[in-house]
């Protein structure tokens, strides 16, 4: 990122115990100088922590863990850093005169022991990273242990005598295994190794980033992992591998549609039992209603968009597949412009944002051009608001398995471009809120925006935003309410939600039984009830 004026750079410092780090603390080093806001200025040499030897059940789960799982690249393997430091002078930790080098901030990526110490030395204190609710010792294990589904990732900053701590910055992301502390950590500290360049970012240019730290601990966190802890760790993994092997071999999970036009009662559109519909966009054209869908095939392993038209009754006509491409496709973001009609689907696996325009609404469909190029960009959501165009996405770190969690903002004159990036991407790190669900759209002069809540797995739930600040430096939302998947026992999620007119459709994770089939209970959208008095999409 280029410098925007003047200033001079951050000073900053680093503190290591070895020149041998893991993978993503590498990263993490090479995002810092990339960002041409700061400049390294000098390396402590930290005390190596003491190693307490681990417990014969604990070395056993690793082992196994390891096999069976995964092997983390991102911290366990060490790599040589020293190319990225050689030219810095070096000190020890207790040289007295470091308050001398006038630094702006210390960043310490050995043991926080250090960090009272060191914390009054620098004009912004001493940065360091904490995983987990608690700062366990042992990122992820605590997830595990208490099948936590959410993993708290953040780097604070110790200033002053007072060790007052603070927050610099904060990511809430989905716990992705039952089983494997690895692999949840290797997605967790490649995800951090950006952290430390944001907040520079944000200190050098004034940022002010919100942060939502409305979690609650949980309590009982196994600090010491004895053999007896372990112990109680090898029940709960074997009662949670059951427990999987009984729900597969009994039910199956799929995504149907449900809708309704005005204030009737909603419709459940199920797909045949080796499809599954996702992802629904209406579109009121010509006095007749049409769906457009991820319509997935569970043998190909993929989607396509597909078009349904549907009356108060039900289908009158489709599913019709209506673009079709080498990869998989899904939320088809459909819009008017001008007197036409676009859609931008899904197309993250190829690393693009594409928009096509109907040549013959609602069948036919070409490529316009390409909006962005980005790692796996997902539900790409475009909002007009006061003659610039916005558009929210959800976009992938490197080596990151899933992107959830990131939200990013990017606004033009116009939909087709160019697209400029908002100057906190990513403005929100939150797997609660921060990806898209739909279009946003307005209620009583405010402006709303539905986005996943996958805190208890994908697709979990949808939360209700209240945007209060939308420029391309600032960006804030309150989360009004939830519409959670509580109306019916065999619906286990809900994600998309979108109004046209006087359509309303959603769609909804259903856990079936595959002996029985049992009718759903119509859906309960809650708090949308009041918010779409008066609403009119955006």
């Known amino acids: 990122m280029a410098q925007v004026d003047k200033r001079p750079p951050l000073k900053i410092g680093l503190a290591i115990e070895s020149v041998m780090q893991p993978r993503w603390i590498r990263k993490s080093i090479e995002h810092i100088l990339a960002t041409r806001v700061c400049k390294l200025e000098v390396v402590l040499k930290l005390r190596a922590r003491e190693i307490r030897n681990q417990s014969f059940l604990l070395r056993l789960y690793n082992r196994v863990d390891q096999h069976f799982y995964f092997r983390s690249p991102a911290a366990a393997e060490l790599v040589d850093i020293s190319d990225l430091i050689s030219v810095l002078p070096s000190f020890d930790a207790e040289t007295e005169n470091l308050k001398s080098l006038e630094l702006d901030v210390l960043i310490n990526f050995g043991s926080r022991d250090w960090n009272s110490n060191l914390s009054s030395v620098t004009k912004y204190g001493v940065w360091y990273y904490v995983f987990g609710r608690d700062g366990n010792v042992l990122p992820g294990m605590r997830e595990i242990f208490h099948f936590d ?73 196994p600090s010491q992992l004895t053999n007896g802890t372990m112990l109680q760790l090898f029940a709960k993994l074997s009662a949670r591998a059951a427990g999987r092997v009984v729900e597969k071999v009994s039910q199956f999970e799929q995504w149907v549609l449900a809708y309704r036009i005005g204030q009737g009662p909603f419709k459940y559109l199920i797909p045949p039992i080796d499809h599954f519909w996702a992802d629904p966009f209406p579109i009121q054209f010509e006095g007749r209603y049409y769906i457009f869908f991820e319509d997935f095939v569970n043998d190909i392993g993929k989607a396509c968009i597909s078009v349904i038209e549907v009356d108060e009754e039900g289908i009158i006509n489709g599913p019709t597949e209506v673009l079709k491409l080498d990869c998989h496709l899904s939320y088809p973001f459909v819009f008017e412009w001008q007197g036409e009609y676009y859609m931008i689907p899904e197309t993250g696996d190829k690393n693009v944002v594409e928009l096509y325009r109907s040549s013959s609404f609602p069948y036919c469909w070409e490529l316009v051009k390409t909006l962005l190029e980005a790692k796996c960009p997902l539900d790409a959501t475009l909002v007009e608001v006061s003659d610039t165009w916005w558009m929210f996405v959800n976009i992938q770190e490197e080596n990151v398995a899933i992107n959830w969690d990131e939200l990013h903002i990017y606004y033009a004159e116009s939909p087709l471009g160019p ?58 939302e309150v989360p009004v309410g939830k519409i959670l998947p509580n109306w019916d026992r065999k619906i286990r999620g809900v994600h998309t939600l979108n109004v046209v007119g006087d359509i309303t459709v959603i769609d909804c994770l259903t856990k079936r039984n595959r002996l029985t089939r049992r009718d759903l209970h119509p859906p309960d959208l809650g708090i949308m009830k009041t918010l779409l008095r008066g609403s009119a999409t955006a």
């Open 419 to 476: 697209w400029k990036p908002h100057a906190l991407n990513p403005v929100m790190s939150d797997v609660r809120s921060a990806r898209p669900a739909g279009r946003l759209f307005w209620s009583n002069h405010v402006l709303y925006r539905p986005s996943q809540d996958s805190s208890q797995g994908y697709g979990y739930a949808m939360t209700m935003n209240r945007i209060t600040r939308l420029t391309p430096t600032e960006y804030s």
């Open 149 to 221: 589904h959410l993993t708290l990732s953040s780097v604070r900053t110790m200033n002053g005598s007072s060790a007052e701590i603070g927050i610099i910055y904060q990511c809430v992301s989905p716990t992705l295994s039952k089983f494997s502390v690895q692999l949840n950590n290797n997605e967790s500290f490649w995800k951090a190794a950006a952290f430390l360049a944001r907040g520079l970012v944000d200190l050098y240019h004034d940022h002010h980033r919100q942060i939502d730290f409305n979690l609650k601990a949980v309590n009982g966190s």
